[in-house]
């Protein structure tokens, strides 16, 4: 079968590999759909500062059952299937206490372990999460960055009733704010400065979408919640200015939660968060029942993908797909690998 490798930062390769075997309570996936993510782009050009070269990537995956190792009796062949991209110990504090998304020795598919880009893959039942038949492939893997969002928006709790402002309308951005709606938030809304996104977060549900190259954020917020503001704001951008702007107008007393990986480091005026009390939380990957909420939600159809999807590609070009998004990035929302279609 053939796999995919990052030889070096640009640089991809195809190797013909044998063909995994499963072993007891283990499945052998066939890979249909890989999403590339900002992290995979990071890679892509030698700026992820937790992965070293070579790499096989894919985290964003979804796929059909192929074989079952012996002891696996909970999926049957031609299911489909996402995959849980973590490892972890299972012993250290986080782990034990049930935050295994926190592990101290976590590592990830696609950056510190073997990703799924190949033909097949075998990996622990465990980690594997059924899809309803009738999902596309293609949505299928964008369950992962779903579940990123859905985790993202329970480390505030129950936010049914509240006034949820995110910035930054890329694809997590867009999957907050869908999220924070179909959780039951009374009002959401979303900032960028982009108007392709915004526009996108539009046909998604989003109920405020203002573009702060023109608007104000602390305006913005008055204008969508009344004087009282949000009660809480998603920074998905994570850069200085996104928290900047949003420790300088958020309420008083309320919520902000950084779910970007922040770009750099942080030069933010903590003396105002401090003064004004603001609860800084931050969020990091998903567990399993944030992979149970994606998809119910999805069924529900309180979150929608499809509007997500920008590009597809075959899986032999790979190297273009990162090209691709290199070149629009203003208007590249998700690009999909098509691992079977060579």
Same mark, same amino acid.
């Given at each position: 079968?053939?796999?995919?490798?990052?030889?070096?930062?640009g640089e991809i390769i195809f190797k013909e590999v044998p063909v +995994?075997?499963?072993?007891?309570?283990?499945?052998?996936?066939?890979?249909?759909?890989?999403?590339?993510?900002?992290?995979?782009? $990071?890679?892509?050009?030698?700026?992820?500062?937790?992965?070293?070269?070579?790499?096989?990537?894919?985290?964003?995956?979804?796929?059909?059952?192929?074989?079952?190792?012996?002891? %696996?009796?909970?999926?049957?062949?031609?299911?489909? /299937?996402?995959? =849980?991209?973590?490892?972890?110990?299972?012993?250290?504090?986080?782990?034990? $206490?049930?935050?295994?998304?926190?592990?101290?020795?976590?590592?990830?598919?696609?950056?510190?372990?073997?990703?799924? *880009?190949?033909?097949?893959?075998?990996?622990?039942?465990?980690?594997?999460? +059924?899809? +309803?038949?009738?999902?596309?492939?293609? =949505?299928?893997?964008?369950?992962?960055?779903? &579940?990123?969002?859905? $985790?993202?928006?329970?480390?505030?709790?129950? /936010?049914?009733?509240?006034?949820?402002?995110?910035?930054?309308?890329?694809?997590?951005?867009?999957?907050? *704010?869908?999220?924070?709606?179909?959780?039951?938030?009374?009002?959401?809304?979303?900032?960028? %400065?982009?108007?392709?996104?915004?526009?996108? *977060?539009?046909?998604?549900? !989003?109920?405020?979408? !203002?573009?702060?190259?023109?608007?104000?954020?602390? =305006?913005?917020?008055?204008?969508?919640?009344?004087?009282?503001? &949000?009660?809480?704001?998603?920074?998905? *951008?994570?850069?200085?200015?996104?928290?900047?702007?949003?420790?300088?107008?958020?309420r008083k007393g309320s919520i902000i939660v950084l779910v970007a /990986?922040?770009?750099?480091?942080?030069? /933010?005026?903590?003396?105002?968060?401090?003064?004004? =009390?603001?609860?800084?939380?931050?969020?990091?990957?998903?567990?399993?029942?944030?992979?149970?909420?994606?998809?119910?939600? !999805?069924?529900?159809?309180? %979150?929608?993908?499809? +509007?997500?999807?920008?590009?597809?590609?075959?899986?032999?070009?790979?190297?273009? &797909?990162y090209q691709y998004i290199d070149a629009n990035r203003e208007t590249?929302?998700? !690009?999909?690998?098509?691992?079977?279609?060579?």
């Amino acid at each position: 079968m053939l796999q995919q490798i990052m030889t070096q930062p640009g640089e991809i390769i195809f190797k013909e590999v044998p063909v +995994p075997e499963v072993q007891e309570n283990q499945v052998k996936v066939k890979i249909m759909n890989i999403g590339i993510c900002g992290s995979d782009i $990071h890679v892509y050009h030698g700026k992820h500062p937790f992965t070293t070269y070579p790499v096989t990537q894919g985290h964003e995956v979804s796929g059909e059952v192929a074989a079952l190792g012996k002891g %696996v009796t909970a999926f049957h062949i031609g299911q489909k /299937v996402t995959i =849980e991209p973590q490892y972890t110990c299972g012993k250290c504090y986080p782990c034990r $206490h049930g935050k295994y998304n926190l592990c101290e020795n976590l590592k990830v598919m696609g950056f510190q372990a073997t990703g799924t *880009a190949s033909e097949y893959f075998v990996v622990d039942a465990a980690k594997l999460t +059924p899809l +309803p038949q009738e999902m596309p492939y293609e =949505e299928g893997a964008m369950i992962e960055p779903l &579940a990123v969002a859905v $985790h993202a928006v329970k480390q505030v709790g129950d /936010v049914a009733g509240m006034n949820i402002a995110v910035l930054g309308a890329g694809p997590i951005g867009n999957l907050v *704010a869908q999220t924070a709606k179909g959780m039951g938030a009374a009002k959401v809304l979303i900032t960028d %400065v982009s108007d392709l996104r915004l526009e996108k *977060a539009k046909a998604c549900g !989003v109920d405020a979408c !203002v573009n702060t190259k023109n608007t104000n954020f602390g =305006e913005a917020m008055v204008a969508a919640f009344g004087p009282d503001k &949000a009660d809480v704001i998603y920074d998905c *951008a994570g850069n200085n200015t996104t928290m900047g702007q949003a420790i300088q107008y958020a309420r008083k007393g309320s919520i902000i939660v950084l779910v970007a /990986v922040f770009a750099g480091m942080a030069q /933010v005026d903590l003396a105002l968060a401090n003064d004004h =009390e603001l609860d800084i939380k931050s969020t990091m990957m998903y567990r399993h029942e944030d992979y149970l909420d994606a998809i119910r939600l !999805v069924n529900e159809e309180k %979150v929608h993908l499809r +509007p997500l999807l920008s590009k597809s590609f075959k899986f032999a070009d790979y190297r273009k &797909a990162y090209q691709y998004i290199d070149a629009n990035r203003e208007t590249t929302m998700k !690009v999909i690998i098509n691992v079977q279609e060579k």
